[in-house]
């Protein structure tokens, strides 16, 4: 059955700064990811997708994501960030089933 | 193109009551797909219509249910609330071409349920 997993809770990083936010997946079939972000009191907004090809994918507002299948990760990163990227981000794969299943969050909170 | 929209956005019932959530996808969509947010289980799949039939189904009891209509639109139910019942629930919509699992879906603003 497919599960991802988020490792980090919360994590926090000085404006400016590189971030890092780890996923693991596990799947014996082949998988497409997902990053989400959720805002305070809205939806789930797409980031970036991983499908095939490239294992480096750039999604919107600087993001981008490296798919490892041999370590089966899909960590997002940003060089650096800004106040406003202070949100919850989600995980999520799609597998052999059409549902999402996502991780747990990691709440992203930018300091000034 | 206008986003998915949910309507209520907040309900407050209590509990033994029932309630009806409503979704309508983006236009073009024929897959809409609930999910529960709470913070002790995160986000978990509810259901998945498609040309208004349940093509999926998560582990929920039997008092979620939920039906498509033939504009795509879809509403989902809760029969006799809980107090857990508690949660954001999010709709999401995607073009639902059939055999594909990749296809993006694209989420609503949720409807905040608080059962008291």
């Known amino acids: 059955a497919q599960s991802v997993t988020q490792l980090d809770s919360q994590v926090p990083v000085f404006e400016e700064a590189p971030v890092e936010l780890r996923c693991n997946y596990s799947s014996s079939v082949s998988v497409y990811l997902f990053w989400y972000v959720q805002y305070p009191n809205q939806g789930l907004q797409l980031l970036l997708k991983?499908?095939?090809?490239?294992?480096l994918v750039k999604g919107i507002n600087g993001f981008e994501a490296e798919f490892n299948k041999s370590q089966t990760s899909f960590h997002l990163r940003k060089p650096s960030v800004h106040i406003s990227d202070t949100a919850e981000y989600f995980c999520a794969g799609a597998g052999s089933a059409r549902q999402l299943t996502f991780g747990s969050g990691t709440q992203l909170t930018v300091l000034p | 193109k206008a986003g998915v929209t949910q309507t209520p956005r907040y309900l407050i019932k209590t509990r033994g009551q029932q309630v009806t959530l409503s979704c309508s996808p983006i236009?073009?969509?024929?897959?809409v797909s609930w999910y529960q947010q709470t913070p002790g289980q995160g986000l978990q799949f509810l259901f998945e219509y498609f040309s208004e039939t349940q093509r999926n189904k998560g582990n929920f009891p039997g008092r979620f249910s939920g039906r498509q209509f033939s504009n795509s639109r879809s509403e989902m139910n809760v029969s006799t609330l809980e107090l857990g019942d508690s949660a954001l629930y999010l709709c999401?919509?995607?073009?639902?071409?059939?055999?594909?699992?990749?296809?993006?879906?694209?989420f609503g603003p949720g409807t905040r349920l608080l059962v008291l």
């Open positions: 236009s073009g969509h024929r897959s």
């Open positions: 991983y499908l095939s090809g490239s294992t």
């Open positions: 999401a919509s995607s073009l639902g071409t059939s055999g594909t699992h990749q296809e993006t879906q694209y």
